[in-house]
């Protein structure tokens, strides 16, 4: 094959060297899907893409969902890139933000598990990063449930969550969002809690984000206090890997068996990332 796979040495992820993303033969790319399986998130170093050349690339692993509804969506960039792409930055031009998330931290989380079909992967590229911080950490979902203590696991077997659609993961209320004030009526999609990926037949916890979640028919102290519990497990280093941005950087990750979170970066250093999701399935 033309690339290397050099496993980061945590529990996830591995990185893909000698290869130029644009330029991808069929038997290339079938050894490289079979990676991205095998260690759930690639990293490429050093691409130079085009909006045109990032939907091509993830065009690849599958059809293409459009960008997620988000508090600033509708304003700056977002209105001159193609649909299929979501900008992430802080960056703030003519006083509207041109991308979502802003510069705080984003919470673990696994991308638009709040829908009946969330995307089963998501791809990300990186043209501008600031000097520190804003960093993004990967965690493995299979790995949690594996080592999940087995009173965790027994309460859990079997069991259905709503994943709430009304907040971003740095906290921001999606536009046209009411606040949620009772975690049992909150809008969103219900997904078994322990998922089968769909290509291995792994199982894995599947979580999607902490806020306004709930394991349905729970009591609603009993589930804070459960999830708080299973949250406090995923979120062991052990089951991590943490990457540090360079400019033209692509990740291409798993949503059905990792969180994901990015830490706060200086909202005056400028940061900015182009998304696009792959179409998944309905979690079982
Ligand atoms: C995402 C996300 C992390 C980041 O792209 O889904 O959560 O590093 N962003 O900005
Ligand atoms: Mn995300």
């Known amino acids: 094959m033309p690339f290397e796979v050099v496993p980061t040495g945590a529990a996830v992820g591995a990185e893909i060297s000698g290869l130029d993303v644009r330029a991808l033969d069929d038997a290339t790319f079938s050894a490289l899907r079979q990676a991205w399986l095998e260690h759930k998130v690639l990293l490429f170093r050093g691409q130079d893409l085009t909006d045109d050349d ?45 991308g979502a998330l802003g510069s705080d931290e984003a919470e673990w989380h696994t991308d ?17 990063i600031p000097p520190a911080g804003g960093d993004t950490s990967f965690a493995n979902m299979e790995l949690a449930l594996a080592e999940l203590p087995a009173d965790l696991r027994a309460r859990i077997e079997g069991r259905t969550a709503n994943h709430d659609s009304s907040y971003t993961s740095v906290g921001e209320l999606r536009k046209g969002a009411a606040p949620v004030t009772d975690v049992t009526r909150a809008p969103g999609a219900r997904h078994p809690v322990i998922r089968t990926h769909p290509e291995t037949g792994v199982p894995s916890l ?28 995923c979120a062991d280093p052990r089951f ?11 990740l291409i990750w798993d949503n059905r068996s990792l969180n994901h979170r990015r830490d706060a970066f200086d909202p005056a250093s400028r940061r900015v990332m182009h998304r696009c999701q792959i179409k998944g399935d309905v979690p079982r």
Do not use: C
């Open 206 to 233: 599947y979580l999607g984000r902490r806020r306004n979640g709930w394991i349905v028919d729970m009591d609603v102290a009993d589930n804070e206090a459960l999830l708080d519990a299973l949250w406090a497990h």
């Open 54 to 98: 990032l939907v091509t690339f993830a065009g690849r692993f599958g059809a293409l969902d459009l960008a997620p509804a988000s508090a600033t969506d509708d304003v700056g960039a977002q209105e001159k890139s193609r649909p299929e792409v979501w900008i992430i930055s802080n960056v703030v031009e003519e006083g509207k933000p041109i």
């Open 240 to 250: 991590a890997w943490t990457h540090q941005w360079r400019t033209g950087d692509l």
């Open 112 to 128: 638009m598990s709040y829908v009946d079909e969330p995307p089963m992967a998501s791809v990300l590229y990186s043209l501008e």
